[in-house]
């Protein structure tokens, strides 16, 4: 199984495509050298509308790189390659920056019209985050995992549905654990696509369902975020 290590620079005072742009000149072609690396995605924000709530302050960019297992990850953040990005980690004109980093497993599902694929190709994700802590993390993961994703299933207009789930890796740099029990990634082929899902029953019956969750107090947040391809 897949593993997702995420790179997620928070801040403000600079519109984020414009950071997305100067991160890729910065750094796509150490990041396409990386050894082992199987895909390098960037994400930026997006406007959506969601009935149940409106989060703020989203990321400025979430930086996504996949590789076959830990062990694939762990050499290419240990590479000569990484050491040159991450010497940059704390680049760009971002006012009250924060970076955060993490490496999480990947959990694939099925939707109504594809199967299971940790690879995401729709252009256009609504990334969930669920922050520690639970008060059983364990027993939290497990509700999540069996009663949440049939409902995001049934999202009309769905193109693919993924978990990242904890693993066990060795941090390689002076950056903060992004601290995430669970992300979720639904993916849209637009935003007026995400916007109708929302819009949806099934977003509703998602809600009824979070009610039901093992008792957390961790944060949540919902952000639409823009998928650009930096490599393969």
């Known amino acids: 199984m897949s593993v997702d290590y995420f790179v997620m620079f928070n801040g403000s005072g600079v519109d984020p495509i414009s950071f997305r742009e100067q991160y890729k000149r910065r750094n796509a072609a150490a990041l396409c050298t990386l050894p082992g690396l199987r895909l390098a995605l960037l994400h930026t924000p997006l406007p959506s509308h969601d009935p149940f709530l409106a989060d703020k302050d989203p990321p400025l960019l979430l930086v996504q790189l996949t590789f076959d297992d830990a062990a694939a990850a762990m050499a290419a953040l240990e590479s000569p390659a990484w050491q040159r990005i991450s010497d940059d980690l704390a680049g760009g004109t971002m006012r009250d920056g924060r970076v955060v980093h993490e490496l999480l497993r990947t959990q694939p599902y099925p939707t109504a019209t594809s199967a299971p694929s940790a690879v995401v190709t729709a252009p256009v994700s609504y990334f969930v985050h669920y922050r520690r802590p639970a008060e059983d993390e364990a027993k939290f993961l497990e509700h999540y995992c069996a009663h949440h994703p049939p409902i995001l299933g049934d999202f009309p207009g769905l193109r ?73």
Do not use: I
């Open 160 to 232: 693919s549905l993924v978990l990242y789930l904890p693993t066990t890796w060795r941090k390689p740099l002076p950056v903060a654990d992004a601290d995430h029990m669970l992300v979720c990634q639904v993916a849209f082929d637009s935003l007026d696509a995400l916007n109708a899902a929302l819009a949806s029953d099934v977003r509703r019956r998602l809600r009824e369902d979070y009610h039901t969750f093992p008792p957390f107090s961790g944060p949540v947040t919902h952000y639409a975020m823009l998928r650009d391809q930096v490599c393969p």
